[in-house]
């Protein structure tokens, strides 16, 4: 079956690569750099499991910036482009959907669309009615920055937002090229898919907000922060994972995700969204505070990235740090080796870890790693647990 798969990021890309074992697959994105990379089999991001397949399996998968190649005779069209969060207008941005979805109609009008990006609540159900099209449905994705394609592998579900024999031969399509044998897989309306998905994200930064909020507390009190999680998380009905403070939720997908679902909820009686989102705005204020109280010169930022195993810091809860800081008129260096350019966000980017270090009085991390062991009195770090 030829594929086509618009947007060449996380999800796109890991999709890309598990649907390309076992169909025709064409790739389609605006970057020419990105392009040349995937035809190489070299990934432009960081992800084993990409990096692995891309070197060891026989992937029909080709790159373009020829979309009309791509889409033409495909029998479903991915969607899966940013939909950044435009904080005007309480929405997300979908013109680069729309944007593919224009060009199916033009090129291939018979094409089943599935979008892939996340959207707002109701959105599939407008599009059908402003474009008068009926080939489109919503398909929510669940992964992990670095470790999509293994998500894609060893899904914890398959939702596909259409009752329908094409819903069905999709998810047949994940499923086939999945290496996990038991799959859940939903079919449901897109417009309760679509609610799916915003409300497993505000779950997870709900769950990150608790044990920040935890943390926040036994730090101020002089608690033992790992002995009081460790206590309440043996409880079965809450779990020990997804539990290891942090400088605040952050990713590409859970401010935005949490920031919808707040603004879908006008006109509906709600107390725990909009505390949620209030929640990370606290929770940095709280870091910069203790920063502050060591009194520092110079501060250095360990890492710009969310998550260890990940080279993605967009929107990444350390930038809302460094921000702070400035505030406070504080120098601010940063070691970021997958940075190019000498500065970031008007700071100074050292690439040698011995005179980043040196110049630093206060080094903080989000996530500690080996590499800070021979500075660890320098720095301050909520992780805990030494995990994501």
Do not use: W
């Not at 392009?35 to 084993?48: A, G, Q, Y």
């Amino acid at each position: 079956m030829k594929i086509a798969v618009a947007g060449t990021g996380y999800v796109g890309l890991s999709l890309a690569t598990l649907l390309s074992q076992k169909n025709e697959v064409y790739a389609i994105d605006i970057i020419p750099e990105k392009v040349d990379m995937i035809n190489k089999r070299v990934s432009p991001i960081r992800d084993e499991y990409i990096e692995k397949y891309f070197a060891e399996k026989e992937l029909n998968l080709t790159a373009t910036l020829d979309y009309k190649e791509a889409i033409k005779d495909a029998e479903y069209v991915v969607i899966s482009t940013p939909t950044n969060y435009d904080t005007e207008t309480n929405y997300f941005d979908t013109s680069s959907v729309e944007d593919i979805i224009k060009k199916v109609i033009e090129v291939n009008p018979n094409a089943t669309m599935v979008v892939k990006s996340t959207i707002p609540v109701g959105f599939i159900k407008g599009v059908k009615e402003k474009y008068n099209i009926d080939n489109i449905l919503f398909s929510p994705e669940f992964l992990r920055e670095g470790k999509a394609l293994y998500d894609n592998l060893y899904p914890s579900r398959i939702i596909v937002g259409e009752k329908s024999e094409r819903a069905t031969i999709f998810a047949n399509l994940l499923k086939e090229c999945a290496l996990k044998e038991d799959i859940d897989v939903l079919f449901m309306n897109s417009t309760e898919a679509e609610a799916v998905k915003l409300f497993a994200n505000t779950y997870l930064a709900l769950r990150v907000a608790y044990f920040n909020e935890l943390d926040t507390y036994a730090e101020i009190n002089g608690l033992n922060t790992k002995d009081i999680i460790d206590g309440v998380c043996l409880d079965p009905r809450i779990g020990t994972h997804y539990n290891n403070p942090s400088f605040g939720y952050g990713g590409y997908c859970l401010p935005k995700d949490t920031k919808q679902l707040l603004a879908n909820y006008n006109n509906v009686p709600q107390n725990l969204i909009r505390a949620i989102v209030r929640s990370n705005k606290t929770r940095k204020n709280h870091i910069t505070e203790m920063i502050m109280r060591k009194n520092p010169d110079v501060v250095g930022i360990y890492r710009l990235t969310m998550k260890s195993e990940s080279d993605n810091f967009r929107s990444s809860a350390i930038q809302g740090i460094i921000r702070r800081l400035k505030d406070e008129d504080v120098e601010v260096v940063i070691y970021e080796p997958t940075l190019k350019d000498d500065t970031f966000a008007d700071c100074r980017v050292i690439k040698d870890f011995k005179e980043f270090s040196n110049e630093s009085d206060v080094i903080i991390a989000n996530r500690f790693e080996s590499t800070l062991e021979p500075v660890k009195d320098k720095i301050y770090t909520r992780d805990i647990f030494f995990r994501d």
